[in-house]
């Protein structure tokens, strides 16, 4: 199994889904509740998101085939859209809507934390792609589904920890490690677009 490939697909959903991002809004939609609740809510949006990417991540490129969707068309698609993720990273627009889409619900976990904040657009693309890259190898695509798995148990650790996280990160911090992944995040999807380019011939494998 590709070491680098591992490495590539923990970077991309951890960057996508976004735990350290999160933290603030499961703190937001969850003002209010006692700590049970609160933990319920965590642990139910958390496996709820788990279960969509799952599905996507098994069947996306089946419905894709259904529907005639070539994968290097998906995958250049799916670079864009990755990559205008990451311009609202840099330019602090993510945050803004996910503010925009934090007001306090009773309960949170179905909407809008479980989708789209967890298993929204990007992530499910990003599944989809990475399942696509492993090139039907079952070992590459329980890889992947694994590493979806770690990178959602950092984001309920994260949740439970979410005061604690914010009060010692702060506005800046959050800032900065939000433009830090957004620009890794510019550079994966950049390559998104070259492989699926370089899938229909349109670029040259490197030398």
């Known amino acids: 199994m590709d070491l680098g490939f591992t490495v590539t697909a923990f970077v991309t959903l951890f960057v996508i889904i976004d735990p350290v991002g999160m ?4 703190v937001a939609l969850t ?40 994968m290097p068309a998906f995958r250049i698609a799916g670079g864009v859209l990755l990559f205008l993720t990451a311009l609202d ?12 889409q934090s ?4 309960d949170p976990s179905v909407f809008p934390l479980a989708t789209p904040l967890i298993a929204g657009p990007g992530a499910i693309a990003t599944m989809i792609l990475l399942v696509g890259q492993a090139g039907g190898e079952w070992q590459s695509v329980a890889m992947v589904h694994g590493v979806m798995l770690v990178v959602l148990m950092a984001t309920l650790t994260l949740f439970l920890a ?5 009060r010692a990160l702060g506005d800046t911090g959050v800032n900065v490690v939000t433009r830090l992944l957004g620009m890794l995040l510019a550079a994966l999807s950049v390559q998104f677009v070259l ?10 494998a490197p030398a």
């Open 23 to 26: 933290a603030p809004v499961f």
């Open 31 to 70: 003002s209010g509740m006692d700590s049970g609740h609160r933990r319920a809510v965590a642990l139910r949006a958390v496996g709820i998101g788990a279960l969509l990417l799952t599905l996507f991540g098994l069947f996306g490129e089946a419905v894709l085939g259904f529907v005639g969707i070539t």
């Open 89 to 100: 990273m840099l330019f602090d627009r993510r945050t803004q809507r996910r503010q925009d």
């Open 103 to 106: 007001a306090p619900a009773e």
């Open 162 to 166: 979410a005061p604690l996280i914010e």
């Open 195 to 204: 492989d699926g380019l370089r899938a229909v011939g349109v670029v040259s």
